[in-house]
């Protein structure tokens, strides 16, 4: 298979691309891949250290209200779109998938403009505003939550799952932690903001870091890159024991998840597809800054199946990130409760269905 696939901006958008790769070089050895993201996005960092054929377009999010700003942003929306026009017309590929964010939407565009069959892929159970308008091109659209079905048009949509699920669940627990300078027989707690780390989730576990250091459980703090720095600086040393250790972020999450135990984090669709395929129990914090509130209904989806608790932004602090840690981390019973609840909805062959999808539409 001759794949192009583009996705950018976060992780949630490129970690299932690059899981669908994975799943394909196993399929089949000898298929082609290019990626297609931007320079400025997260992607290209972390897509050419997968030893995966990466190119790069400019491209720029619209504002929400008409402005000026947006009259250039669709001209460099028509730019991109002609750039990508000129990567598909060398690379010929038989499929063209995107897994969301801006640069995805002119990939994808110009491949419905040249007839090469195309899939997207939704993670949220809200849809996106690239997806949106992608499903009106496209040949057929991969989904995570059967909510997102609605939004598209109904003939199109195969739930698959996130493909990411996949890859995480092929991970068996590997003794991770002790290079974090953790202890790999201790109950551990990773607490992280997705891709690119939360303001509010760093500052209330800094301010509860001198209670956690006196805790029997382990924790894994992981800031976000671009917060690093400035939450090293607020740290008293004397707060982290050696079973509190703050990280910027994490390159190889797929060999940690299966060595934790508890989760505290936003509800991002992807975080919530490993957290389902690997049944780990977790507190979730839905950002409320993401379009139409999609993480409450993402952590919704879990919290009502009992498979993981909501402790919303506005009640959180060092206190209650405490209580909610400590009720968890102390509580076996309840661990196992909510981990056999959350594997329950984990969608270990996500992967697989989608590559099925995509040979779907190949044209014979
Ligand atoms: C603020 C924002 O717009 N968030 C959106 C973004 O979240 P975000 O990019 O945070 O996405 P997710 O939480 O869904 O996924 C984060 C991914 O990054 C990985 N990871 C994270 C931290 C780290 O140190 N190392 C690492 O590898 C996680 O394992 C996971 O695979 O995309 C998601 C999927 O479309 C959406 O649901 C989120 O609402």
Known sequence: MRLMIS????????YPALALIEALRKREPDSEILYVG????????IVPEQNIPFKTIKIQGFKRSLSLENVKTIGLFLKSVGDAHKMIKEFHPDVVVGTGGYVSGAVVFAASLQHIPTVIHEQNSVVGVTNKFLSHFVTKIGISFEDARKDFPAKKVVF?????????????PNDALTEYGLQSDVPTLLIFG???????????????????KQRNYQVLFVTGSVHYKKIMAQIDPNALGKNCVVRSYI???PQLLPDLEAILGRAGATSLAEITALGIPSILVPSPYVTNDHQTKNANSLVKNG???LLPESKLNGESLLKAADALMTDENLRIKMGTAAKKMGRPHAADDLLNVLESVIKK
């Not at 931007?38 to 960092?45: D, I, M, V, Y």
């Not at 997705?194 to 956690?212: D, F, H, M, W, Y």
Request: hydrophobic share 30%; net charge positive; no cysteine.
């Open 7 to 14: 996705g950018g901006g976060t992780g949630g958008h490129i």
């Open 38 to 45: 931007t320079e400025k996005g997260l992607e290209s960092r």
């Open 160 to 172: 698959t799952g996130n493909p990411r699920a996949t890859q995480v669940s092929r991970i068996k």
């Open 194 to 212: 997705g891709s690119r780390g939360a303001e509010k989730i760093n500052s209330a576990t800094v301010e509860a870091l001198p209670q956690l």
């Open 251 to 253: 390159a190889e999450m």
């Open 307 to 309: 498979a993981a608790e």
